[in-house]
């Protein structure tokens, strides 16, 4: 009894101390950008050692960048919601000068609008975005964070940029870590360092880019090079370069360990993997590296250790799957499997051993579903296992039943026709069901009818008088896949 009284004695007496280490301001649509920055600062400039200023409220027209010095020992903690206004001519809605800690986090926002949403340019400075913490801008050349310091993302917070690279770090020696959330890119890379002997470590979360450029996802670009650049991705951090880059490149070390997986999904960049890198590569543990449409899952000038990982290629012959085998003597207990299969990721016939091979000769692999997740299992050595990876099957073709299915334009800017000798002479050109996926087997919505042929669309074979006509020119530039499903045929056209 004594020592529960003494417990919530202690509670009484401390909790208020703890309290006031806390500094409330709340923004609003009636302050002005100077005003607040005014305020914020004498916060600053009068808050004790320890103390958090807690920012809340929500201002949508910011029409002046906020300037703020926040020096070491100094941190804001913003909640608040904080949006530029439409069409500004500054070059950053928020800028931070100092050494101190800046933190959005619980369901705090910075949005901007053709400008940086967040500069920081303390060489010892932090950001960190927590919670449901949002950072996020559009336009040219912009970041949606540019640091001097170190970054932070974990929890579920979402950091994107449409035009520009979305997490930029600047300083030597600087950290970027990632345990969480997502952070996106539209068309650049999504996290770059630029700074000498900088480290990215991504733990978990998801990091990708979808750039139509040789962007990447993840880059540690070290100008003077030769330095101690690391990018590490593990536990269960997924990295995905969606457009032509590859989705860690760094000019030293990478390593990817735990059940992280790095996927490539190139469809004209050649020569770079889903792992490119100009010194050793390591992938640990169950990580997978993956890539498809003919690039190398790893493209390193220095040696690939394989110590229990995974390398997966689509469209090469094994000896391409990491630059003709650079390995070291005796290889690790990884397994490198090529699927040398050139139809389109998303397709296979289940429980073949078509096309598949694995290194060294001693293993064995074979399509395989295992709880309901589609991957390859096999044997290497006297090891076994199933490796699931993020394929989807439109269907299974046991039997591969001829179709001549004809798909016309391809490619095209619009309007396709869809026909096939089956189809036309057995059901009238009719089928039950007509879709269209994207290369990660997103169905897309689009809509069919009945309608004529051009005289000339088919290259000289002309089906009957009517086919199946599909607009899909409000899909984005890429590659597609038409899925024709009836009684006669069962098959995909890409």
Known sequence: MKK????????????????????????????????????????????????????????????????????????????????????????????LHGNGTFEVGNDGAVIAEGIFALLLQGTNSTVIVSGNGKVQTSGNNVSAISSNGNIEIKDNAHISGTKGETICSNSDNAIVLVSGGTVSATSE??????????????????????????????????????????????????????????ALASYRDVKVSGNAQVIGHSTGAQNYGAITAYNNVEINDKAKVMTYYYDRAVHSDGITYLNGGMAFAYGR??????????????????????????????????????????????????????????????????NSGFIPLNVIVLFINE????????????????????????VNKQTSGQVDEIEVYDILGRKQKVES?????????LEGWQPQADGVVMDISHLPSGIYFVRVNNEVVKVVKQ
């Open 4 to 95: 529960n009284l003494f417990t919530l004695l202690f509670l009484i007496f401390a909790l208020p101390a703890l309290w006031a280490n806390n500094i409330y301001y709340e923004i609003t649509q009636e302050k002005s950008v100077e005003q607040i920055g005014n305020e914020l600062q004498a916060l600053i400039d009068n808050a004790t050692g320890g103390s958090t200023i807690v920012v809340t409220g929500s201002k949508t027209d910011a029409s002046d960048f906020l300037y703020l010095h926040l020096p070491e020992g100094k941190k804001i903690f913003w909640t608040a919601f904080y949006q530029s206004a439409s069409s500004l001519t500054l070059h950053t809605l928020i800028h």
């Open 189 to 246: 890379n999504a996290i770059i360092t630029w700074g000498r002997n900088s480290k990215i470590y991504i733990t978990g979360g998801h990091v990708y880019n979808n750039a139509e450029g040789v962007y990447h996802a993840v880059y540690a670009l070290d100008r003077t090079y030769g330095n101690e650049t690391l990018i590490h991705v593990s536990g269960t951090a997924i990295v995905e370069a969606k457009g032509k880059g590859s």
């Open 317 to 382: 012959s094994v000896d391409f799957v990491i630059n003709n085998f650079s390995f070291p003597e005796p290889m690790g207990a990884g397994v490198v499997i090529a699927w040398d299969k050139r139809a389109g990721n998303i397709f296979y016939e289940i429980f073949s051993t078509e096309d598949i091979s694995v290194s060294p000769e001693s293993a064995t692999a074979y399509w395989d579903k295992i709880d309901g997740e589609y991957g390859i299992s096999y044997t290497h050595k006297e």
């Open 399 to 422: 039997n591969k039943p001829s179709s001549n299915l004809k798909v016309f334009p391809n490619p095209t800017t619009g309007v396709i026709y869809i026909s096939s000798e089956q």
């Open 449 to 457: 009818r009945k309608g004529k042929f051009p005289s000339n669309s």
